[in-house]
C-alpha cells in the first residue's frame, strides 16, 4: 500500500502563491493534482511523468508549475496568481511503474478569498 503525504493547502488571498507538496513511496511512473470545489467534478491540474515531461490544462497553464524532488517521489504544485475560482480540495495522485495502480492523497484544502 503506497501512502501519500500532502501538504501546504491554506487560505491566500487573490493573486497570492501557494506551494503544495506530496510525499509518496515507490517506483513512480506519474504523479500529479487534481482538484475538486463544492458540487463540481474532479478537475485535472497538473502531471509529471517519470521521463519529465509535464501536463497542464488551459485553466492553470502559466500559473501552476509542478515539479518534483531528485528522488522522484516528492511532488510539488507551485500555484501563482491565484483567483477565487482555484479554491478547492487539492488531491495528490501517484501511478506506479509496472502495476499502474493509482493511489490517491486525502486532499488539502486551498482557499483563495480576500
Not at 28 to 33: L, N, S
Request: hydrophobic fraction near 30%; proline fraction near 4%; charged fraction near 15%.
Amino acid at each position: 500500500q503506497v501512502q501519500l503525504v500532502e501538504s501546504g493547502g491554506g487560505l491566500v488571498q487573490p493573486g497570492g502563491s501557494l506551494r503544495l507538496s506530496c510525499a509518496a513511496s515507490g517506483s513512480i511512473y506519474a504523479m500529479g493534482w487534481y482538484r475538486q470545489a463544492p458540487g463540481k467534478q474532479r478537475e485535472f491540474v497538473a502531471s509529471i511523468l517519470s521521463g519529465g515531461s509535464s501536463n497542464y490544462p488551459d485553466s492553470v497553464k502559466g500559473r501552476f508549475t509542478i515539479s518534483r524532488d531528485s528522488a522522484k517521489t516528492t511532488v510539488y504544485l507551485q500555484m501563482n496568481s491565484l483567483k477565487p475560482e482555484d479554491t478547492a480540495v487539492y488531491y495528490c495522485y501517484v501511478v506506479l511503474q509496472v502495476s499502474m495502480r493509482q493511489y490517491w492523497g486525502h486532499g488539502t484544502q486551498v482557499t483563495v478569498s480576500s
